[in-house]
């Protein structure tokens, strides 16, 4: 019988060398050793930020990727066809932005992401842009109903005037030192404008004009970027994405990690929390916009699971 090679012994060298995905552009993503970084070609491998692979050199000063490591924390989203789409590994944290205005704050994506960090075992913090627009009252009361009983730091910014910049320096130096943070929130939020203030020798990439930005729901930032800040830790930038679910919940899970619901306790301990369940207290106990945004995500993930069954 002729033995069988498992693929890894066939198709990774013996000269490959490990390196870090810090960048990805198309087909080609940028990858980081101690000799310093090489864009390589991906060959019909899946690589994104935060990815150990293996590379070999390739023609000039390029490399093709030859195998991609084992992925841990990483933040994998559904798309809207119920697919899997791995965003980022390795990573440490999310830190997830939101803002009060320009664009306005949205809840909804908060609490999904606030889910995500949950389920995936990543840390999580705020960070509430353009403070220098004012953060009106009922921002703060949803942010602040979201935040109180779970372990969530908030950080306040806004590039011009500087305010929150050195608070959230010292936390990513102590948090995201050998685990990166990915920064992720709703497109025009300003992460890109963040990381530029984090980094103000680099050019970390465009950030949107406000006239061009309006209305359009443009996504300034195409691809992700991993950056090494001066003061110690890393934060990786990614384009805003205006549907975040994240991937692989099953209905009764959601409950388990949504921010407030997995606080509840009902009549029976498997509540879905659906409306006119008997006994349920969610409705007495959470706001309408915690409650809707629950749902929502319930609605989505279980309309998923029948299409599977
Ligand atoms: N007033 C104010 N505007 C800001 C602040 N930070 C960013 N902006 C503006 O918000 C707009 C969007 O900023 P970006 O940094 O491009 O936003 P982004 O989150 O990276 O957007 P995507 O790359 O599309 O996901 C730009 O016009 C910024 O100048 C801030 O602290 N205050
Ligand atoms: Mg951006
Ligand atoms: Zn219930």
């Known amino acids: 019988m002729a033995r069988k090679r498992s693929p890894r012994t066939k198709e990774i060298p013996t000269d490959a060398r490990t390196g870090r995905v810090v960048e990805t552009v198309g087909r080609r993503v940028r990858v980081r050793d101690d000799e310093g970084e090489r864009v390589c070609f991906l060959s019909g491998h899946r690589a994104v930020i935060g990815d150990r692979v293996r590379w070999v050199p390739a023609q000039g000063e390029g490399g093709k990727i030859v195998a991609v490591e084992p992925r841990e924390r990483a933040l994998v989203r559904m798309d809207h066809r119920g697919r899997e789409q791995v965003l980022a590994s390795n990573l440490g944290g999310l830190l997830i932005a939101v803002s009060a205005r320009e664009p306005g704050f949205r809840a909804a994506l908060l609490d999904r992401y606030m889910v995500a960090a949950d389920v995936f075992g990543l840390d999580a913090a705020l960070v509430v842009t353009k403070t220098d627009l004012g953060v009106?009252?009922?921002?703060?009361?949803?942010?602040?109903?979201?935040?109180?009983?779970?372990?969530?730091?908030?950080?306040?910014?806004?590039?011009?005037?500087k305010a929150g910049i050195e608070e959230l320096e010292a936390f990513l130096a102590e948090h995201a030192t050998g685990?990166?943070?990915?920064?992720?929130?709703?497109?025009?939020?300003g992460k890109t404008s963040l990381v530029q203030v984090l980094l103000p020798d680099l050019d970390v990439g465009p950030v949107a004009e406000i006239s061009e930005f309006w209305g359009t729901g443009k996504h300034t930032t195409t691809h992700s970027r991993l950056f090494a800040l001066p003061g110690g830790g890393e934060i990786a930038d990614s384009p805003g994405i205006r549907n975040f679910t994240p991937a692989g919940l099953t209905a009764q899970d959601i409950g388990r990690h949504f921010p407030r619901v997995r606080d509840l306790v009902c009549k029976y301990r498997d509540c879905l929390h659906r409306p006119g369940e008997e006994g349920c207290v969610a409705e007495e106990e959470l706001s309408e916009p915690l409650m809707d945004s629950y749902r929502t995500l319930l609605g989505q993930v279980t309309e998923v699971q029948d299409r599977r069954y």
């Open 136 to 161: 009106d009252d009922e921002t703060e009361l949803q942010i602040a109903r979201r935040t109180e009983h779970a372990d969530l730091p908030v950080f306040r910014t806004s590039i011009d005037p």
């Open 179 to 189: 685990r990166p943070w990915a920064l992720v929130g709703s497109s025009g939020v």
